[in-house]
């Protein structure tokens, strides 16, 4: 069974910074893409960040480039998500999933609240 445990998420000011991490189990981790994707409060579900399976490319939304960054740790079958420069929009249920190169993956785990506001 695929089991995805995000955590790390809280409440920072505009300009503040997060990591939030994402413990993995179920599958072969390091065979697989992970991703990143949010929801914003009344909004669907938008796609964040994604890594492969050995960490060697990522990709980012526009909304985020330059101010997230996504990395992944094998040997922990955890990846993470490095927030910057947060800003009042960046308010959402971060979800992280299996998979996701692009797109919204089928297979998240429960979320994190991160709430940024002063």
């Known amino acids: 069974e695929v089991q995805l445990v995000e955590s790390g998420g809280g409440l920072v000011q505009p300009g503040g910074s997060l990591t939030l991490s994402c413990a993995a189990s179920g599958f072969t981790f390091s065979k697989y893409a992970m991703s990143w994707v949010r929801q914003a409060p009344g909004k669907g579900l938008e796609w964040v960040s994604a890594?492969?399976?050995?960490?060697?490319?990522?990709t980012y939304a526009d909304s985020v480039r330059g101010r997230f960054t996504i990395s992944r740790d094998n040997a922990k079958n955890t990846h993470y998500l490095q927030m910057n420069s947060l800003r009042p929009e960046d308010t959402a249920v971060y979800y992280c999933?299996?998979?996701?190169?692009?797109?919204?993956?089928?297979?998240r785990g429960r979320g994190t609240q991160v709430t940024v506001s002063s």
């Open positions: 999933a299996k998979g996701g190169w692009r797109l919204v993956a089928a297979e």
């Open positions: 890594i492969n399976g050995d960490g060697t490319s990522t």
